[in-house]
């Protein structure tokens, strides 16, 4: 018996639906996915409160309503490949996982790349592929993708991202001057060289660190 049914149940009513969320798909996700599996056994108790919890490594796992918002904002569809750069503890990416194809992963912290992968395992999560390397990069092997999302904020959008989506493909990221306070975007690429972008506004993310993000 899942001891966390009723919570999972009572936050997607509340968190998700109570605030604005109406994708279908995304509510069947957020109650399917086992939050709680993806937070240490002492803050399982706090896994669907509306609010990020900890992780280590001073990374956090992002509360429930902005996981929902974000998945909502890429528009997924059942044939989409999607990256996800700041993979964490991988909650994000399980959700991900039933709304598309096929994910890709990227965390940068081998501890949190290793215990995110066991966690999908044990959650059998089947269509999620965890690297760790550094995510303002993006993942070019695999590219071109329908969908990028962040779960970090950039200083600027790196543009690695943005040459890795397909035309059509959207790319949803935090970006902002600050460490601690963003603005969520959402950018469209609409040909080959022309891209659109929308203002969502504002969020606090942890730092993209890497390359084409901020310094270690």
């Not at 995304?26 to 919890?53: E, N, T």
């Not at 081998?110 to 999620?128: D, F, G, M, Y």
Request: hydrophobic share 40%; glycine share 8%.
């Amino acid at each position: 018996m899942d001891r966390f049914a009723e919570n999972r149940e009572n936050m997607v009513l509340r968190q998700l639906e109570g605030r604005g969320i109406r994708d279908g798909r995304i509510l069947a996700a957020m109650r399917k996915v086992p939050r709680h599996r993806f937070v240490s056994q002492r803050l399982q108790d706090h896994a669907y409160r509306d609010m990020p919890l900890a992780i280590g490594h001073y990374q956090t796992i992002s509360q429930p309503y902005v996981v929902a918002l974000m998945c909502e904002l890429l528009q997924l569809s059942e044939t989409d490949t999607a990256l996800e750069i700041g993979t964490g503890s991988g909650y994000a990416a399980a959700v991900l996982s039933q709304l598309c194809e096929k994910v890709i992963t990227i965390e940068r912290i081998p501890e949190l790349t290793n215990k995110a992968r066991s966690t999908l395992v044990e959650a059998e999560v089947p269509n999620v592929e965890v690297h760790c390397c550094d995510g303002s990069l993006g993942f070019p092997d695999q590219a071109p993708y329908d969908a990028i999302l962040v779960s970090a904020g950039a200083p600027t959008t790196p543009d690695s991202l943005m040459q890795q989506l397909k035309p059509g493909g959207r790319l949803v990221i935090p970006v902002g001057t600050t460490q601690s306070r963003q603005d969520l975007l959402r950018i469209r690429r609409t040909s080959e060289t022309s891209f659109e972008t929308e203002n969502l506004g504002g969020v606090a993310f942890v730092p993209l660190i890497g390359e084409m993000g901020w310094a270690n």
